[in-house]
């Protein structure tokens, strides 16, 4: 346990997941945690301003399920009472990916389907069993409070400036570590430049997504993953679709949440963006490189409207790399990268570094009396832990002309190219399905794909013409 009469209050900038897995590891080291949050929260599970990407599917990959399970020993549970659905990844789901789906079979890969909305509300109600965290709704940061020291020339943060809606009046308020993961609004690149700092350095790659959601009741009663008919074939079953470059720019997805209800989800790469109006959605479902997203819902009941979201692509602030830097003061989450949501990696990421804090944060205290030295070392592991899910992201971008920005080196991109052909031979190798899962899933280094087995795959399904996608 850290020395609490040394370090006595964490403010944490935005009560998102990074925010709120901040907010977890953090109470075991400071005497007292304020998370600050614009938002007021739904009473339920439910939408609210600071989270738009909220209302569409999102994919809790397996290490992101493992560590919210240490952090929370309770949540599967309650989020299964609550109506989530237990998904195999690899038994229940159809993922077709330009040459046929990818081979089923039965594995320990399962996570938990809901709706983010529903995460964050079990993680907010896991977080209120630990007294010494609070969270300050209705009140939104606006600055950062840095004091300069003269002699030394070290600055360091002390607090920050909030606006409260309620009272609608400014304060500010002081602490020993100031948390930023206020997501991919952040205004700290903004605040540091105000306060005389350099411009961070970041790196823009824009695909020019679009999503559109909608949430359908099916017309039957049973709704579950794994239900099945007379003739032991699933009912309803979870399918992704994946774009197929240069001709098809559509990802298509159906993705159980709780309320026996399922998203259903189109994205669109350079500017092909999907429409939210329901003749125009089910439309679009028939672009798709399957037309088994189409019949499935066709007949299926709206549950409320369809959310469309642009997202200004993906982008990642290179705070490791600034001549000056603020002691006490660190950044994660969405608000430093912010990834092409295609590989749904935000959430697991964001739980990758909550656990990089909390053992940061311990192995400096074995060394150190104070936070000196602690902010920098943070961001400099947060830069290594973006590096994989951003090649990955930005992997699928760069398979489109369109897209803007900065190209990965040759190498990089001869290993995005190898990644897809071992999964374009998915449907006709388990070991190259499995080990692609892995992967994707975080739980597994991407050397994996190099395995004797699936290079020698590689070559027959190649002289097959079967990764001619
Ligand atoms: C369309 C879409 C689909 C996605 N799909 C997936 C998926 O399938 N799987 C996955 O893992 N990830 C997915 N993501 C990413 C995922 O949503 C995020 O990575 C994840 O929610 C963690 O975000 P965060 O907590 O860093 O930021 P956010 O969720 O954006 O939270 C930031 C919080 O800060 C608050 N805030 C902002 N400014 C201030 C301020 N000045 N003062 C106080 N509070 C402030 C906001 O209200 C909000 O509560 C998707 C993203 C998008 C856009």
């Not at 850290?2 to 900038?13: D, M, P, S, T």
């Not at 439910?46 to 929370?72: C, D, S």
């Not at 998904?87 to 389907?113: E, H, M, P, Q």
């Not at 240069?246 to 993705?255: K, L, R, T």
Request: proline share 5%; glycine share 8%; hydrophobic share 35%.
């Amino acid at each position: 346990m850290y020395n609490k009469l040394e370090h006595n209050v964490a403010i944490i900038i935005g009560g998102g997941i990074a925010g709120l897995l901040a907010a977890r590891v953090l109470s075991g080291h400071f005497k007292q945690v304020l998370v600050i949050e614009k938002d007021k929260y739904p009473s339920q599970a439910g939408p609210r301003n600071g989270t738009p990407q909220a209302n569409h599917v999102h994919i809790l990959l397996i290490k992101g399920k493992e560590i919210l399970l240490n952090l929370f020993p309770n949540i599967e549970q309650e989020l299964v009472a609550k109506g989530a659905q237990i998904v195999n990844l690899t038994k229940d789901v159809d993922y077709y990916v330009g040459t046929g789906y990818s081979i089923k079979f039965d594995s320990n890969l399962t996570t938990i389907a809901c709706t983010r909305q529903l995460l964050e509300h079990e993680i907010r109600n896991e977080i209120s069993k630990f007294p010494n965290v609070n969270i300050h709704e209705n009140t939104r940061a606006t600055g950062l409070i840095i004091a300069r020291d003269k002699d030394t020339g070290l600055s360091t943060c002390k607090g920050v400036t909030v606006y409260s809606a309620d009272t609608n009046s400014e304060e500010a308020i002081t602490g020993d570590l100031v948390v930023d993961t206020s997501g991919r609004e952040s205004k700290i690149a903004e605040w540091l430049e105000q306060l005389g700092y350099d411009e961070p350095k970041k790196t823009v790659v824009n695909s020019y997504i679009g999503y559109s959601t909608c949430w359908f009741k099916p017309t039957f009663e049973q709704t579950a993953v794994g239900d099945v008919d007379d003739d032991n074939k699933p009912i309803i079953k979870p399918i992704i679709v994946l774009t197929n470059p240069p001709s098809n720019p559509y990802m298509g997805i159906i993705y159980p949440v709780e309320g026996s209800l399922w998203l259903v989800g189109i994205l669109g790469i350079g500017k092909n963006y999907p429409p939210t109006d329901k003749q125009g959605f089910l439309e679009y479902t028939k672009k798709l490189e399957t037309l088994d997203i189409y019949n499935t819902v066709e007949d299926f009941e709206l549950s409320g409207p369809i959310y469309g979201y642009r997202t200004t692509g993906s982008r990642q602030y290179h705070y490791e790399r600034m001549k000056s830097w603020p002691e006490n003061f660190i950044a994660y989450g969405d608000s430093v990268s912010s990834f092409n949501p295609f590989y749904g990696q935000g959430i697991t990421v964001a739980c990758i570094e909550a656990v990089t804090l909390d053992k940061t944060l311990r192995a400096h205290k074995k060394r150190n009396r104070n936070l000196l030295g602690f902010s920098t070392i943070f961001q400099k592991k947060i830069s290594k832990i973006n590096t994989l899910p951003w090649l990955l992201g930005t992997s699928e971008d760069f398979r489109w002309p369109s897209t803007e920005g900065i190209k990965p080196d040759i190498f990089t991109r001869y290993i995005q190219k190898y990644s897809h052909r071992v999964l374009l031979i998915t449907p006709n190798s388990k070991i190259a399905a499995k080990s692609f899962f892995e992967v994707m899933h975080m739980l597994r280094s991407p050397l994996i794909l190099f395995h004797p087995f699936i290079l020698i795959r590689i070559v027959i399904e190649t002289l097959k013409g079967h990764t001619s996608k």
